[in-house]
């Protein structure tokens, strides 16, 4: 984009120069940032307003430091036997922005010298324009403006895969005349009648014909997880989640609550893709960003538009494994960093005898989607997960899927509160310490707190535990 193209004149240029002449900013310096961010945006501005040009202020003040940094770095050295990273004249200069919109999806990742106490550090800041790889719909972007962290190291995936041992069947042979809409046309939400696939939410759709979750049963989903004690739960007999693999024994079951499922339309159904009753299962639709925050959970996630309240977000993609599996990989990487999985037990109940291979969980530490960087917060997050059936009958699988529980601004960080009990110390996975910034956060008896989000987590070795259990995620 030539400056030719952006005449002072020009009254989105005039009112953004307006507001960098109030803090005392030149001209010659906001115009090259301004079209160099213009260029990545596609030419739309409604990014580079957000906040009152806040975008593009960050983006020129961040270009003079790293000029700075660099001359610095240079004048620093002369004499000296050190290895200079860049120079003014030939080092890339990355624009920071708010912006989701960019024509590139290479990953850019700028090492910056940076000079404290003499000594010489590296500041990681970085831009990537589509973490998904064109596996989604939508791209989705990646910026770190805080620069004290690397890109984290996942394989992207926007579909479950099975890790090995998991039990999950898919096969139109399996489902029945009465779990599906075989004799439905176009969009079931605009029949008189409710489909065959409206039975699971007792005769009427989840959904509304604009695509949101209907709010009374969002309503009573958030009542199941805040008051789980008032709903009727399931008792296993050998419960999965309280075994001891050490001893091969079982303790006693807390019991499962039998959440609330959304039924979706799937492959033998007559409706189209467009159908109504099919919102999950079409993927990502909101312009997302992942994001380093600035209050010490490490890496977030945000919408880049409004939403409002039973928006379907996206679901919660990882390996499929077993509980036993979970175990295992829990013991061999103690040490390292995980995402906390996620227990498929919405509906063992269900099941006379639970098998290993189908007592299931998500775990997105390796391969997951968007999903593994939302953060934790307390009692009054702003997303609930909800089961979700669409290609198999078989409930010891389904899908986890995040909707909006009330409107959502544009850059308001996404949250889900994992319901964890942060006093249960017997626990294989070990609680974080949260700093969720909630005034009913769970953990405010630790002072200090450093919560991290779902990327941040740290195994405790289980079989070093008395009394170890192949848990994924025990809710409160």
Known sequence: MQQAMLPHKDEKVRKALEKTRELGIADEKTMPVLMKLLEEADGHWSLIKLDNYTALVDAILSVEEEKKQCEGSS????????????????????YETRSASSGSSIQVVQKQPQISNGDRKRKYKSRISDITKGSESVKISLVDDVGSEAVP???????????????????????????????????????????TCARETSGEYAYTKEGLLKEKFLDTCLKMKKEPDTFPKVYCKDCPLEKDHDKGTYGKCDGHLIRKFIKECWRK???????????????????????????????????????????????????????????????????????????????????????????????????????????????????????????????????????????????????????????????????????????????????????????????????????SKAVALKRK
């Open 269 to 467: 159904c007559g409706c189209d893709m467009q159908c109504g009753n099919r919102v999950v299962q079409r993927g990502i639709r909101c312009e997302l960003q992942v994001y380093f925050t600035q209050e010490g959970k490490g890496w977030g996630l945000r919408t880049l538009q409004d939403l409002p309240k039973g928006t379907f977000i996206c679901e919660y993609i990882g390996e499929v494994l077993t509980n036993t599996e979970l175990y295992d990989r829990n013991v061999r990487s103690s040490s390292e960093r995980h995402t906390y999985p996620v227990t498929l037990d919405a509906d063992w109940g269900s099941e006379k005898d639970l098998k290993d291979e189908e007592a299931l969980c998500l775990d997105a530490t390796i391969c997951g989607n968007v999903a593994r960087f939302i953060n934790h917060r307390c009692e009054d997050a702003n997303m609930i997960d909800i089961p979700v059936e669409i290609e198999t009958p078989d409930r010891h699988y389904y899908h986890i899927a995040f909707f909006t529980l009330r409107d959502v601004k544009a850059m308001d960080e996404l949250t889900w509160d994992y319901m964890i009990d942060f006093n249960d110390k017997s626990h294989p996975v070990k609680a974080f310490r949260c700093c969720c910034g909630s005034e009913s956060c769970r953990d405010r008896k630790i002072e200090g707190s450093q919560g991290k989000s779902l990327e941040r987590r740290r195994i405790v070795p289980a079989k070093k535990q008395q009394g």
């Open 75 to 94: 004048n620093g050295n002369r004499g000296k036997n050190l290895k200079v990273i860049g120079s003014p004249a030939s080092l890339k200069k990355t």
């Open 153 to 195: 190291k996942f394989t992207y995936i926007p579909h479950n895969i099975v890790y090995q041992s998991a039990y999950l069947h898919v096969s139109l042979a399996r489902i029945s005349d009465e779990d599906c809409c075989a004799n439905c046309k176009g969009n079931c939400l605009s029949a008189d009648v409710p489909c």
